[in-house]
C-alpha cells in the first residue's frame, strides 16, 4: 500500500509555471507507475499525465501535451508535475495516483488504486 501527499498547487498567473510534488510513503515507491489527474468543479476527474515505474515511459492528456512534464524521483519516493504556459481552463485540484506497476501504461481514473487528497491550483486571465 502507499500514501500521496501532493504539494505545490496556488494561485498563479494565465501564462505562468508551476510544479506540483507528491510524496509517496512506502518502500515499494519504485514498483508504481504515477498518474497525475485534475478535477475542475462541475466536471470528472480527467487524466492529465501518467509515467511508468521505471519513468521510461509516459503518456500525457492531448489538453497539456507540449505545456505539463511529469517527472520522478524513485530515491526521494517523488513524483512531479511540471506545469508551464498555464490557461484559465487548467484551474482544477489536482491529484497525484498510485497503481501497481503494468506492462501498458493507464491512463483511466478507475486504473488507479491509490490517491492522494488533491492540491488546488487556480489560474487567473
Known amino acids: 500500500q502507499v500514501q500521496l501527499v501532493e504539494s505545490g498547487g496556488r494561485l498563479v498567473q494565465a501564462g505562468g509555471s508551476l510544479r506540483l510534488s507528491c510524496a509517496a510513503s512506502?518502500?515499494?515507491?519504485?514498483?508504481?507507475?504515477m498518474g497525475w489527474f485534475r478535477q475542475a468543479p462541475g466536471k470528472e476527474r480527467e487524466f492529465v499525465a501518467a509515467m511508468s515505474d521505471s519513468g521510461s515511459s509516459t503518456r500525457y492528456a492531448d489538453s497539456v501535451k507540449g505545456r505539463f512534464t511529469i517527472s520522478r524521483d524513485n530515491d526521494k519516493n517523488t513524483v512531479y508535475l511540471e506545469m508551464n504556459s498555464l490557461k484559465p481552463d487548467d484551474t482544477a485540484v489536482y491529484y497525484c495516483?498510485?497503481?501497481?506497476?503494468?506492462?501498458?501504461?493507464?491512463?483511466?481514473?478507475?486504473?488507479?488504486?491509490?490517491w492522494g487528497q488533491g492540491t488546488q491550483v487556480t489560474v487567473s486571465s
Open positions: 512506502g518502500r515499494t515507491f519504485s514498483s508504481y507507475d
Open positions: 495516483a498510485a497503481r501497481p506497476s503494468a506492462s501498458f501504461l493507464r491512463i483511466g481514473v478507475r486504473d488507479y488504486s491509490y
